[in-house]
Each structure stands twice: as C-alpha cells, then as structure tokens.
C-alpha cells in the first residue's frame, strides 16, 4: 500500500494534520512487516494498564505494588546528590564499567549479608537498571525460542511479560502456603523431559512472591534448588522484597547454600527507591562472564550518577535503622488490610496472611472471573489488578491481588469498604 491508495482520489485539499495522519498510516503498514516474530509477543502488562487508571483522582489503589517513601530523608538525599556531584563531578557524569561500580558492588556484598548471602564478592555482582533487567539478561543468555522456563502459580507479570518476549515456553507450577511444590515440580519436569522439551530456568520469588504474599518454607528450599541441580536447571530467584519481613524468622535464599546453581536478583527499589532504576544480579562464577557481557550489550553500564547517589546515601544513611522502620510501616498497612478484608468481605472469600512483602492475594469461589470486576471496582472507586494478569495463560481467574504497600491504613480500610460490595454481589450472583 502506498500512500497514493489511502489518499483520497479527488483533489481535495487536505490539512497538514491530515495528511500527516495519511502518511504515518502509510508508514505503519508498511512498517508491520518488519516487526520480529519476539516484537509479537510483548504485549502491555495488565498492571501498566491498571496504573494508568489507577492515579485518576479519587480513586483508592490497591493496584500497583509501590514502595513507600515517606520516611525516606529527602533532604539528605537532595544533600547527598548535590555532594556526588560537586565532590565527583566529572567522573559521576561519564560513563562506567558495565558490571557496574565496585564501590556499589561491595555495599551490595553488605546488603546480601543482611540477608544471609556470607562471603559473596563483589566480582560477582553485575549491576543492573533494576531486577528486571536482571531477568532480561538471564532470559536473553539461556533462552531459545521453545525452550521453557518454569515458573511459581501465580508469578511476578514483569517477568511473564520478560520470558514471553523471548519466545519462551513460560510453565507456570502450583504453589500451596508453603510456597512451590517440589513434587509437582518434579513431576512436571518429568512430564516436560518425556516430551523432549529442555528446560532452562527455574523463576522464583521465595520470599514474599508477587502476587501471592507466599513464602517458601525452609524445608523446601534446599530440595527445590537440588531437583533443579539434578535435572541441570538454573534457578533464577528473585529476592526484592526478601528483606521486609514484618512477620516470623527470616528465612536464608536459596542462593546462600548453592553458589553455582542459582543467579540471585536483588534491587534497590523497596528498600530505598525505585526512581533510582538499580538492581543487581549475583552470578555463578562460571557464568559472570556471560552474563556481564550480555548487560553491557544492553546498557554499557548503569547509571554511573544514581551508583554514586546510592553508594553514598547507604554510606551516611542508617539504612538498617531505615529498613526497621519501612517493616513496621508495611506491618501496619498488611494489618490495616487483614482487619478490613475480615470486617468486609464475605464468608465465601479467602486470602493469604503475608509474614512481608507488599500483597494480599484474595481467592473467591470458582468459576467467579475477577477481570470483569475489577470495572465495577472503578465504578465503586477502587482498582486492583485481577489474577489472570499473574500466569502466562491468561485464563480467566477467581483471583485477585490487593498491595497494601503504597496507600495509608486509612485509605487501605476505605478502598476495601469500596470493594467489598462488588465482591459480595459476585459471590451472590
Ligand atoms: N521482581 C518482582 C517480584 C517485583 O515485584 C518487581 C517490581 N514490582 C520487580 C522484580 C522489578 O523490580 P525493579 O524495580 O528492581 O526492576
């Protein structure tokens, strides 16, 4: 098609805006053809289409899992930026290494050590724009077309949206309130091998999972990692909300114990801000190599100011003292959130008890498909992201998640009164 077949065919005079409207249609046709088969398959997360609902006035969002910010010191973070700049300039205002600096590198060794990830070094830690660059490397270097990358019921939608864009096999395995199930997960390895498919990635958020609030008990954490070892898959764990726990022991990662089968992503965004775009990945040695290249390839290096900014702020900033008071805060909005959904919601509804992290994941009778819903919520001025969003199917789900993580106790209680009646109608329906 040309632009000649569009036009119209008398000589009309068109309007500037219109004939640039012609010509962009004209180049969109065109154009369609050259998009790859992997452009295909990146499809708009259901949660951006949520969020940008979700920030009309009035509306209470239980929607998007946004970090709170309001104890952070601002004006010590304005005092920080303006010294990383005034004291390192010229260096903060070029480019970097692509693993990133080894000054952030070595306060990430500290943090993983909060956490109970001993002795890692800073040579294998590679910086990322976020955790979820980090998934992007790791699907980019282990991922063929067809291959398959396992996955919790329900699972984080950034990394759903991540595998698929590489043409992934994306199996999502049922998870019960002890988290993944190492029998179905080794069962349906076996049925996966049987039928010839290789499988490259376990992807897991053991503590905490998006959407579910899960968390993987001890117990199965070694065996998960060691069927995956057996069957020569490499996990992938996924850690940003590890470490606001609120409630209950801390439980060490997977990666702690197992050094070279698991790639550990971390991030900056919960405990201090996501703005900031920095996480990180810590790698095997034996693939570090890879795996740096592959992000260079990408970004040449993270932002060289924001690892200053950050590298700085943690170094004058009690951000252990800093991380007590974001639990008690995220503590207080899950309760807000318990109390509510137990006052409001109907006999007929469950939901999982969250011992951290950010969400309430809501289960109700079968056969009710939460999509639908989430229209009538809008109506009632509440927004929550329903559950089909969270596996690759996007079969229709009696799911639901709710964040407590970025509203105040009292909008949480508010935005639950709003929902409870189109829970209730649906459950009566
Ligand atoms: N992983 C999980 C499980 C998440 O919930 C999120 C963000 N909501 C991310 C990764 C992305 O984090 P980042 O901002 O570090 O890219």
Redesign the pocket.
């Known amino acids: 098609m040309t632009s000649q077949d569009i036009a119209p065919t008398q000589d009309i005079e068109l309007s500037a805006e219109t004939q640039t409207a012609l010509e962009r249609a004209e180049a969109s046709h065109r154009h369609e053809a050259l998009f790859s088969e992997r452009a295909h398959n990146i499809k708009q997360s259901a949660v951006r289409d949520v969020f940008d609902i979700s920030i009309r006035p009035g509306l209470v969002s239980l929607a998007g ?1 946004s970090p709170s910010l309001t104890k952070l010191p601002l004006d010590l973070v304005a005092e920080t930026a303006s010294r990383v700049i005034t004291e390192h300039g010229m260096e903060a205002l070029h480019y970097g290494g692509g693993k990133g600096t080894l000054e952030l590198r070595t306060l990430i060794c500290e943090i993983m050590a909060e956490e109970g990830i001993l002795g890692a070094s800073p040579e294998d830690v590679v910086v990322t ?7 992007d490397i790791a699907a980019k270097v282990f991922c063929n077309p067809g291959d398959v990358v396992l996955v919790e019921d329900p ?2 939608v ?2 759903l949206n991540t595998f698929e864009a590489y043409q992934v096999q994306v199996e999502p395995i049922r998870m019960d309130v002890d988290g993944l199930d190492p029998t179905e997960l080794e069962a349906r390895i076996a049925a996966l091998e049987a039928e010839g498919k290789t499988i490259k990635i376990l992807y897991t ?1 053991p503590s905490f ?2 959407p579910s609030g899960i968390t993987m008990a001890a117990e199965r954490r070694q065996r998960v990692v060691d069927i995956c070892r057996g069957h020569n898959i490499l996990v992938l764990e ?1 850690n ?2 590890g470490m606001l726990r609120f409630d209950g022991h801390p439980l060490t990662p997977l990666r702690a114990d197992n050094p070279d089968d698991v790639i550990y ?1 971390g ?4 405990i201090f801000s ?1 703005g900031v ?3 990180w990945a810590l790698v095997p040695k034996h693939l570090y190599r890879r795996f740096y290249l592959a992000a260079e390839a990408v970004v040449l290096c993270p932002s060289t100011l924001n690892q200053m900014l950050v590298t700085e702020f943690f170094r004058v900033f009690d951000w252990r003292g800093y991380l007590a008071e974001s639990r008690a805060v995220y503590a207080e909005r899950c309760a807000a959130m318990l109390d509510a959904l137990a006052a409001e919601f109907p006999a007929e509804a469950t939901w999982t008890t969250p011992d951290g992290g ?1 969400f309430v994941w809501i289960t109700l009778p079968e056969g009710i498909d939460t999509y639908p819903l989430l229209y009538q919520a809008i109506d009632a001025g509440v927004v929550f992201i329903p559950g089909a969003a969270f596996t690759p199917s996007d079969v229709p789900s009696n799911k639901l998640r709710l964040a407590f993580s970025g509203v105040a106790p009292e909008q949480i209680r508010e935005g639950v009164r709003r929902l409870a009646p189109v829970i209730r109608a649906a459950v009566e329906a």
């Not at 724009?129 to 998934?135: I, K, M, N």
């Not at 991030?267 to 919960?270: E, G, L, P």
């Open positions: 899992g724009t976020g955790s979820q660059s980090a998934q699972t984080y950034g990394a958020i999972n998006n996924d940003p909300y992503c991030s900056f965004s919960k996501p775009r920095l996480g950010f």
